[in-house]
């Protein structure tokens, strides 16, 4: 198993991450429609608006990216900080279960700490028990839930 290289998506990454992150909507019940996903990503990413990581496998060639995950800033008036929310995290189906998840939170955690944040939080499904034992082995703590989603959060400011 080759080891993911992790990049910071910029605007000249839409080509790679346009087809994964329209895989992830689909899978989350949305019709295709990668026009609209490039769309909206280029705008996240020209108005930094979010901070996107794309993973890639140097054995694979082409080199198309198999993953990505999406964070968007949050911000906190009492810790009067920036904090993270890792709102999108997918993988290709044909490269799961390699490590790739787990490099891309680590980045997403290193990355947070970097700028300095509170915190990185995220929410998964009850039933994602896969997802969830990936967290908490990278050092996310169950925080809250409701009847959909368990709140999980890494604290950075220790």
Known sequence: MAHPIIKRASWQDL????PLFDQYRIFYGQAS???AANDFLKERISFGQSTIFLAYLPDQVPSNAVG???LYPLFSSVRLTQNWVLN???IHPDFRRQQIAK???N?????AKSTGAGFLQLETAHNNIPAQTLYEA?????QSADNNYLLYRIDLLK
């Open 15 to 18: 080509s790679q991450l346009t």
């Open 33 to 35: 429609n990668e026009a």
């Open 68 to 70: 990505f995950t999406l």
């Open 88 to 90: 999108d995290l997918y």
């Open 103 to 105: 490099e891309l939170i």
């Open 107 to 111: 980045t997403a955690i290193s990355f």
């Open 138 to 142: 990278s050092g996310l703590r169950r």
